[in-house]
């Protein structure tokens, strides 16, 4: 089963808001990604975590707290985020090492107003 | 980091052609991953291929990393094939580098 889900699917928020985006792979990789996708652009990585440990942060602002509190689960904490934030962000998880595959959730539409 | 360059931008393809999608990189890689975005957003992938050639179904995939090209192959396309068509590349790290995609309209 080669499936990453995301919830939600849809999300609205205020700039004064606080919440949380979700995904959940059961393929027993241990290495899970985020990435921002604006409109007519290509992903950009954000976070990548190997073995539940923070590896690569782009240089993404704190307004963003990336959460990996197991081994199939990955959050992201959004809070007082601004509207060019409104993006869609996707959800990726791969076997540990490189080169591997990486395989993306259907992400989450995010919109702040 | 690692320029990945798609070719053509944009493609409009009548029903039961078939077409070529090219994706040159610039530097030596370990990684090549083809995807196709639905217009759900759902990235979905088609093939990794870091050198050598794939088939599956209607798409082909051909790496030439001693050149740093590779081509996707899409024939007898059908409706569903619409949607932007991404390569990425990675060396020996996590970071997939994209390039700016193909979008592609497939008309009935």
């Known amino acids: 089963d080669t499936e990453v889900t995301q919830t939600p699917k849809h999300l609205v928020m205020g700039m004064t808001n606080k919440k949380s985006l979700k995904c959940e792979q059961h393929m027993g990789h241990r290495a899970m990604y985020w990435y921002k996708q604006k409109a007519k652009k290509p992903p950009e990585l954000m976070f990548v975590?190997?073995?539940?440990?923070?590896?690569i942060n782009e240089s993404v602002p704190s307004r963003f707290s990336p959460e990996c509190p197991n081994s199939s689960l990955l959050n992201l904490h959004l809070h007082a985020l601004q509207p060019e934030d409104s993006a869609l962000y996707l959800c990726?998880?791969?076997?540990?090492?490189?080169?591997?595959?990486?395989?993306f959730g259907p992400g989450t539409r995010l919109l702040v107003l | 980091g690692i320029q990945v360059e798609q070719s053509p931008p944009d493609l409009i393809l009548q029903e039961g052609a078939n077409s070529t999608l090219r994706c040159n990189f610039s530097d030596s890689v370990n990684n090549l991953q083809w995807f196709h975005q639905n217009p759900w957003g759902q990235l979905i992938n088609l093939f990794y291929?870091?050198?050598g050639t794939k088939q599956n179904g209607r798409l082909s995939a051909t790496t030439v990393a001693t050149e740093r090209y590779s081509l996707l192959y899409i024939s007898s396309s059908q409706t569903t094939d619409s949607g932007v068509y991404f390569c990425?590349?990675?060396?020996?790290?996590?970071?997939?580098?994209f390039g700016a995609g193909t979008t592609v309209t497939v008309r009935a």
């Open positions: 291929i870091p050198s």
């Open positions: 975590y190997s073995y539940e440990k923070l590896s």
């Open positions: 990425a590349v990675s060396r020996y790290d996590y970071k997939l580098s």
């Open positions: 990726a998880s791969s076997q540990v090492g490189t080169p591997e595959t990486q395989y």
